[in-house]
């Protein structure tokens, strides 16, 4: 189990953006892929992106070409840059080992919602 902490949520306004960060332990991203997932309230949790050892990235269609997952090893923390946010992708968003399930152990998460 990796344990991890994400921030970087908000408010913000279609269009505009966000960067999530998620810290975790140990060192994980040099020993697993990791993934952003998001959950709408009453929905199943859907990944959005991952990122493997050696930097191989990807994602979910809808947010291609508008978000970007990045890490930075030295300080254990993974990002997603999250551009031209829609009303649609509100949510919590979520970071863990890719192919996680609802038996891992997750984070809080942290709230993203756009709105005008």
């Known amino acids: 189990q990796v344990q991890v902490v994400e921030s970087g949520g908000g408010l913000v306004q279609p269009g505009g953006s966000l960067r999530l960060s998620c810290e975790a332990s140990?060192?994980?991203?040099?020993?697993?892929?990791m993934a952003w997932y998001r959950q709408v309230p009453g929905n199943q949790r859907e990944w959005v992106a991952t990122i493997f050892v050696g930097g191989t990235t990807r994602y979910k269609t809808s947010v291609k070409g508008r978000f970007t997952i990045s890490t930075d090893t030295a300080k254990n923390t993974m990002y997603l840059q999250m551009n031209s946010l829609k009303p649609e992708d509100t949510a919590v968003y979520y970071c863990?080992?890719?192919?996680?399930?609802?038996?891992?152990?997750w984070g809080q998460g942290t709230q993203v919602t756009v709105s005008s």
């Open positions: 863990n080992r890719f192919g996680s399930t609802e038996r891992d152990s």
């Open positions: 140990r060192s994980a991203f040099s020993l697993y892929a």
